[in-house]
């Protein structure tokens, strides 16, 4: 075989390999630690508790009104129970 269709052949099943692995990877998907997060920097620096987590897990299954309703129990402002939902259903 002739060493210009040697390369040609390897780098198509590398392209090939790549472009699969490239397919396969995850899609950046929802997160209930950045949605605790946004919660615990209102509360600047300290950790939430767990009814933050627990509502933050609400908005990550897509329900946002009840996300939003629960971090508002648990003491978190308005404007931050939404951006924090938002991000956990993002």
């Known amino acids: 075989m ?11 099943g590398l ?5 699969g692995a490239a397919l396969a990877a995850p899609a950046a998907h ?3 630690t950045s949605c605790v997060n946004q919660v615990e920097r209102e509360l600047q620096g300290g950790e939430a ?3 933050v ?3 933050c897990y609400v908005g990550l299954t897509g329900n946002h009104e009840q ?3 629960d971090l508002a129990k648990a003491g978190v402002t308005d404007s931050t129970a ?9």
């Open 2 to 12: 002739r060493t210009s269709a040697r390369i040609a052949g390897v780098l198509t």
């Open 15 to 19: 392209s090939l390999a790549l472009g």
């Open 30 to 32: 929802a997160d209930i």
């Open 49 to 51: 508790p767990d009814s």
């Open 53 to 55: 987590r627990m509502a």
């Open 67 to 69: 996300c939003v309703s």
């Open 82 to 90: 939404t951006s924090a939902c938002r991000v956990a259903s993002e």
